[in-house]
Structures are given as C-alpha cells and as structure tokens.
C-alpha cells in the first residue's frame, strides 16, 4: 500500500483529502506544518508528499528545502496544494523541483488524478531503470 503524507494547517481540508485518498485505498498519514512533516517523514518514509505553501512554523517551500537536505527522503515526489496560485509562486515551486500544484479549493477528482500520475509516472521512470547484475 502506498503511504501518502498530507500536510496541511487548516484541519476540515487536511481531513477532507485524507478521506479522499483513505477511500482510494492508500495509507494516509497528517501533518497540520513542516516541523510535523519532517518528524513523519523520518520515521515513515511516505511515498509522496501533499503539501500546502502556507503554513504556520515551517511552510510548504521551506518543508521541501529540508527534505531535498534528507538524503533517503529528497526524491520523494511532493504535490504542492495551495489558495496561491500566482506566477512567482509556482515558478518558486518549480525551481524547487515540485512537478504538480494543486489549487484550492480542491477538486476531488483532480487530487486523485494528480496521486495516480505521480505513482504513474515513478513506477515507469523506476522500471526504465537498468538491473544491476
């Protein structure tokens, strides 16, 4: 079962989407900052990473910087969730090496596309890889 990280401050969306992805059938842990996050990541190693930019303590870009700083953790694939959708931002996200950016409010239906590609799109890129003898 895949293991997904959700972190968010405000708690009927972090709730709403982990329902989401429960429903969807992956193991689902809960951050409500980075601070949170990084202590889960450590003992949990999720497969991917659904963030928020801004969070109290550690926000979202702040949270990838320390993660790309965590070796066994800095090519977990991390989904940006976020009420901003400005150019800066994105482009500030992309420069971080984040591929996807969620708006809210949130769809449904995009959440669920934008995990499935994500796990997608690692199991191909793992899969091209050449077996070592």
């Not at 190693?45 to 801004?54: E, F, G, H, N, W």
């Not at 109290?56 to 700083?69: A, M, Q, T, V, Y």
């Not at 009420?83 to 769809?107: R, T």
Request: one cysteine or more; hydrophobic letters at 40%.
């Amino acid at each position: 079962m895949k293991k997904i990280l959700v972190v968010e401050d405000t708690l009927s969306v972090r709730e709403e989407i982990c329902d989401i992805l429960r429903i969807e059938d992956y193991e689902v842990f809960e951050a409500s900052d980075g601070y949170q996050a990084l202590a889960i990541v450590k003992n949990k190693m999720p497969d991917l990473i659904i963030t928020d930019i801004l969070m109290p303590r550690l926000n979202g870009f702040k949270l990838i910087k320390e993660l790309k700083r965590l070796k066994r953790a800095r090519n977990i694939p991390i989904i940006l969730l976020t009420a901003k959708a400005e150019k800066s931002d994105l482009q500030h996200g992309l420069e971080l090496g984040v591929k996807d950016y969620l708006v809210k409010p949130l769809s449904i239906l995009d959440l669920i596309k934008a995990v499935r590609n994500k796990f997608l799109n690692k199991n191909n890129i793992s899969s091209k890889t050449p077996k070592k003898n």
